[in-house]
């Protein structure tokens, strides 16, 4: 098959149409209306324009998009861990009017949970491990295994994240949890007799020898992706910072490490070029230095991220890109997302379409937004928004960072056992 080319593939088609008008504060209280209902039979075919690839890099929205994918540090803690207040700490504060903290919103949340089944929906990185420079030591603590092991001892409980599936599950390592990875495109969930598989599901087994039932969408673009994977380490390579990060069904390309712009009169080329000088060169060649030099940095840039990915997905009208934090993500433009990979693992453990049932989904970044905005509209459950800073979210309450998250999973487990008892 031609994975270049623009035929149409058939591919799972929007559980359901959600209505806009359930979207209204008020209806969090109850959650009466029933939860979109997963149909394995429902296909639909690729668009064969191509939709979120910004056409022209030097476009501001590109590098606007870029610059505002990390939220900035609303408040530094000192040695001391204690928080140092800043004036954006006023505007945080503000904003926690409309996201409350799901730690000081705990009762609340407890109160409707009460005779309630919660299943939890994870993001991974930003949410259960901090942000670091090197994607590949994205560990988290072993206070937060143990908590997310605790909390699936007692919720059925899925992790849903951007990186590859295989990869996610070696960060956290915990078996008795589900898995869906490359944005919910390959998702290992229960099996259940009673259901019927949708089309590129596959039963297998999982490493314990556990039935479970294997979900990947996005099956036919494994060469594409493993092609363009290439193509954009190659064509970054000599871009300082940049990394290229295979998730198996999108890739991953990171400019968190690479200079935003560089400063090309300043700095450390002027110190180079008075070297160049004071060794007795003539000025011209000296000149000459400072502006290959120059030249060279300049290149290494932000915009030259987003030019390099911008040329190699050109060729692919059947891939998209989304933006992350300080990543730019390239992925199959199948109608599917992480809200789709909630609604599957919803309907695979049995918990959809029941009033008795409250997901609760976790997640810090744009693509988390996907699954917030499935709970929202279809008035299902509860969305956090993992943010040190200020922005608009689907959610419905915040928890600054992955210490809160973990709090929060402890106070989940806590209450369980409480009222248990
Ligand atoms: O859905 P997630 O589990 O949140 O995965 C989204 C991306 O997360 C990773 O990148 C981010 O975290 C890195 C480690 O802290 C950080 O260096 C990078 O700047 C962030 O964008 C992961 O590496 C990506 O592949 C995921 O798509």
Redesign the pocket.
Known sequence: MDLKSNHTAPVLADPAPISKSRLVASSLFPYSSPAPVFSPNLLLTVPRKKTGILDDVRASSWLDAMKSS?PRQTSTRDYNHEIVSTDTDVAYRTWMVKYPSALSSFEQITNFAKGKRIALFL?????L???????D??FMSIDMRAAVAKVAKYFPTAI????SRDK?YGFVGLTDLYYAGS?GMDIMGPVRESSDDPPNCIRSTDKQGKGVKLFQPASEFLPMIDEVFNSLVNSTKEIKGAKV?N?KF?V?V?Y?NVDEKVDTFLGIRNIYLLEVMLSGMSIFLAYFINFCAHSYICFQNWKTVAQCVHDVIRNYPRLRLSH????L?VRPVINWD?GKALTFLLESLGLSNHDDVLPIYV???R??EDAFKVLREGNLGYGILVSSAPKESNAFFSLRDPQEVMEFLKSLVNWKKTSVL
């Not at 849903?160 to 990186?163: A, D, E, K, Y």
């Not at 992350?324 to 990543?327: L, M």
């Open positions: 990390s993001d991974y990185d930003g949410t491990s901090p942000i670091v420079d090197n994607p030591f994205a849903i994240s951007g990186r996610v944005h990060e998730n999108c991953s990171h968190r992350g934090r300080k990543v993500e992480k997640g810090d970044d693509t988390d």
